[in-house]
Nanobody
C-alpha cells in the first residue's frame, strides 16, 4: 500500500519561506513522477510543481515560477518544495502526489496517489 506523507506546512508572513517534504512509503518501484498540488477553499486543486524521478525535468505553474523550487532525494524517497517570497494567494492545502507512468505534467486528475495534505497560510 503506497503512502505519501507530507510535512512542513505552517503560517508565515508574506515574503517568508517554507519547505515542504513528502516521503513515499510502501512501493517497490520508484514513482516515475512526483508533484505538489494545492487547493484553496472554494477552488479546484491546481498543479504547483512536478519532477521526474530520472532526469528531474521540473515543471512549474506560472504563478510560482521563480519563487518555488521542487527537488528530490531518491535515496530517501522524498520530494521537497522550497517556497520563497510567499504571497497571501499561496494560502492553500498542499498535497503531494505520485504516479508510475510517463506523464509528469500539472494535471491533478492524472495522479492516482495522494497524501493527506499540509496547510500553508500566508498572511499579509
Amino acid at each position: 500500500q503506497v503512502q505519501l506523507v507530507e510535512s512542513g506546512g505552517g503560517s508565515v508572513q508574506a515574503g517568508g519561506s517554507l519547505r515542504l517534504s513528502c516521503v513515499a512509503y510502501g512501493h517497490t518501484v520508484m514513482p516515475n513522477c512526483m508533484g505538489w498540488f494545492r487547493q484553496a477553499p472554494g477552488k479546484e486543486r491546481e498543479g504547483v510543481a512536478t519532477i521526474k524521478a530520472v532526469g528531474d525535468n521540473p515543471s512549474y505553474a506560472d504563478s510560482v515560477k521563480g519563487r518555488f523550487t521542487i527537488s528530490q532525494d531518491n535515496a530517501k524517497n522524498t520530494v521537497y518544495l522550497q517556497m520563497d517570497s510567499l504571497k497571501p494567494e499561496d494560502t492553500a492545502m498542499y498535497y503531494c502526489a505520485a504516479r508510475w507512468t510517463s506523464y509528469c505534467g500539472l494535471t491533478a486528475g492524472s495522479f492516482g496517489y495522494w497524501g493527506q495534505g499540509t496547510q500553508v497560510t500566508v498572511s499579509s
